[in-house]
C-alpha cells in the first residue's frame, strides 16, 4: 500500500460549485499533513497545513479523520482560478521526509 | 523575494553527458530535499539532507548523486543522463518543528535530455 493515495480525478465542475477531495495516508503515527496545489510545470507551493482536527481559509476547509486515516480538502465556491493539481503529503520516517500523493486534478469550467 | 532558487530554470543536455543542478537557500532550513517529478506524477523524493545528514532512498537510481557544501547550497548530479531521466528536478527545503514540516519549494529546473 502507498503511503499516501489520492484519487487522481480530474474533478470536472463548474463554477461556484463544492468540491472535495480525499487522501488516505497508511502511517498511523503521522501528526501533520499538508495539502499542496501545483499549477501545470510550477513547483508545488503550500495551501494548507493540518496539524489536529482540521483548518479553514476563506473557502478551503481541510479535515482530518485519524480513526480512517484519511484528510479531505474542501473547496467552496470554485473559481476558474483553483483550477490546479492538489497534493496531499505528510511527513515520514526520520527527519521528516515528505512524501507525495499522485495528486487530484481540479478543472473548474465557466 | 525567493527563498529557494534553483539554477539553470532549464537545462538540455545530451545523452549520457553529465550534468549538475544547483539549488541555493535563504531560509537557513536544516533540511534540503531534492524530488524527480515526471509529467502528472507525484513528485519523487530522491534524496534529502538534515543538515550534513545524506539520507538517499532506496530506490533512487546510482546515477543520481548529491552534495550539500554548506548549509545554503545543495547540488544534485546527474553522471549519465538517460531519455528516462528527463523530468523536472524540484530543490526544497524545511526546518522540522514540533507541529510539522513545512516545504519551501523552488521553481524547479526542467531537463531535457537529447
Known amino acids: 500500500r502507498k503511503e499516501v493515495e489520492q484519487d487522481p480525478g480530474p474533478f470536472n465542475v463548474p463554477e461556484g460549485a463544492t468540491v472535495a477531495f480525499n487522501c488516505t495516508y497508511s502511517?498511523?503515527?503521522?501528526?501533520?499533513f499538508f495539502w499542496y496545489r501545483q499549477d501545470c510545470r510550477k513547483e508545488p507551493k503550500l495551501l494548507m497545513s493540518v496539524y489536529s482536527s482540521g483548518n479553514e481559509d476563506g473557502r478551503f476547509t481541510a479535515q482530518l479523520n485519524r480513526a480512517s486515516q484519511y484528510i479531505s480538502l474542501l473547496i467552496r465556491d470554485s473559481k476558474l482560478s483553483d483550477s490546479a493539481t492538489y497534493l496531499c503529503v505528510t511527513p515520514s520516517g526520520g527527519y521528516n521526509k515528505l512524501i507525495f500523493g499522485a495528486g487530484t486534478r481540479l478543472a473548474v469550467h465557466p | 523575494d525567493a527563498m529557494v532558487i534553483q539554477n539553470p530554470r532549464y537545462q538540455v543536455t545530451q545523452f549520457g553527458k553529465p550534468v549538475t543542478l544547483s539549488c541555493s537557500q535563504t531560509l537557513n532550513h536544516n533540511v534540503m530535499y531534492w524530488y524527480q517529478q515526471k509529467s502528472s506524477q507525484a513528485p519523487k523524493l530522491l534524496f534529502h539532507?538534515?543538515?550534513?545528514?545524506?539520507?538517499n532512498e532506496a530506490d533512487t537510481p546510482d546515477n543520481f548523486q548529491s552534495r550539500r557544501p554548506n548549509t545554503s547550497f545543495c547540488f544534485l548530479d546527474i553522471r549519465s543522463p538517460g531519455l528516462g531521466d528527463a523530468a523536472m528536478y524540484l530543490c526544497?527545503?524545511?526546518?522540522?518543528?514540533?507541529?510539522?514540516?513545512?516545504?519551501?519549494f523552488g521553481q524547479g529546473t526542467r531537463l531535457t535530455v537529447v
Open positions: 502511517n498511523s503515527a503521522s501528526q501533520s
Open positions: 526544497a527545503t524545511s526546518r522540522p518543528t514540533g507541529e510539522g514540516t513545512e516545504a519551501f
Open positions: 539532507y538534515y543538515d550534513k545528514d545524506f539520507n
